[in-house]
């Protein structure tokens, strides 16, 4: 009985260890909205899932607290991106997100807040969104 007990005890303690290491709650991410003319909101929504889904993967010990398109404006830049990647279509995303105490991944800068990170995404004949590079660009 004491054997059931303590390794009750044992599963229970590891199954709260492995929720913690989770990241717990994430932070609420302020999507703003930017018209275009390029791109339907379902084109830009997909693009934003992309850009999330690749900083909650890589982006370990930070909070992404912001992101948008970058706007039709800008898109006389999309062509040399397009070029360097070969591909049919860019999108350029800009956010805001804090850094913890770690630093992410050592190369960020700890306990910092970084703005106007740009993300550039590709894809080809109208697919789904890749993430191309991220930074200052």
């Not at 970058?70 to 070969?86: C, H, K, L, N, R």
């Not at 992410?104 to 080809?124: E, K």
């Amino acid at each position: 009985m004491k054997l059931r007990t303590f390794m009750a005890s044992c599963c229970l303690f590891i199954i709260l260890l492995g929720l913690a290491a989770c990241g717990g709650q994430k932070a609420e991410i302020t999507v703003t909205e930017v018209k275009s003319d390029i791109y339907t909101a379902d084109e830009v929504n997909a693009a934003i899932d992309t850009a999330i889904e690749y900083f909650d993967k890589y982006f370990d010990g930070c909070t992404l607290t912001q992101i948008s398109y970058i706007g039709d404006d800008m898109a006389s830049t999309f062509a040399e991106w397009q070029q360097q990647y070969q591909v049919d279509e860019v999108i350029v995303l800009v956010s805001s997100f804090e850094v913890g105490a770690s630093g992410g991944d050592g190369s960020l800068n700890p306990n910092s807040t970084y703005d106007n990170w740009q993300w550039i995404l590709g894809r080809n004949a109208g697919g789904e969104w890749e993430h191309l590079t991220h930074g200052y660009c």
